[in-house]
């Protein structure tokens, strides 16, 4: 990991922040790494809670979706946006435009 890595030479490592509104359903669980115990929760806390619990990071978690309003200072952004519309508030916000990388996975239907 990326992260390890840079700590390993002494740099600090990353800031991270995961944002995403959406909450566990039932469907999720069928179709991606989610638990009946998991239903109700927000995806972005449940999985950067898991990234930190196993590699000891301090990854942040965001329950809002991004906007041209959001602020923030991260290393990385990750995001998962099915619509040009979410598309464009996340590229006008303050927060894309201080990251240092986006990562954009694209949903292809996938994500529910």
């Known amino acids: 990991m990326l992260h390890q890595a840079l700590t390993a030479i002494?740099?600090?490592g990353l800031q991270v922040i995961v944002a995403n509104g959406d909450k566990v359903s039932a469907n999720n669980c069928v179709r991606q790494p989610f638990s009946?115990?998991?239903i109700?929760?927000?995806k972005s806390t449940v999985i950067v809670?898991?990234?930190n619990l196993?590699?000891?990071l301090k990854w942040q978690a965001?329950?809002?979706c991004v906007t041209r309003k959001t602020q923030g200072k991260f290393d990385i952004l990750?995001?998962?946006v099915d619509t040009r519309?979410?598309?464009f508030e996340l590229v006008s916000s303050p927060l894309f435009q201080e990251c240092a990388y986006w990562l954009l996975y694209e949903c292809q239907g996938l994500c529910v």
Do not use: D, K, V, Y
């Open 10 to 12: 002494g740099h600090p």
């Open 36 to 38: 009946e115990s998991e």
């Open 40 to 42: 109700g929760l927000f």
């Open 49 to 51: 809670n898991r990234l």
């Open 54 to 56: 196993f590699w000891g």
């Open 62 to 64: 965001s329950t809002e």
């Open 78 to 80: 990750i995001s998962c």
């Open 85 to 87: 519309a979410a598309r």
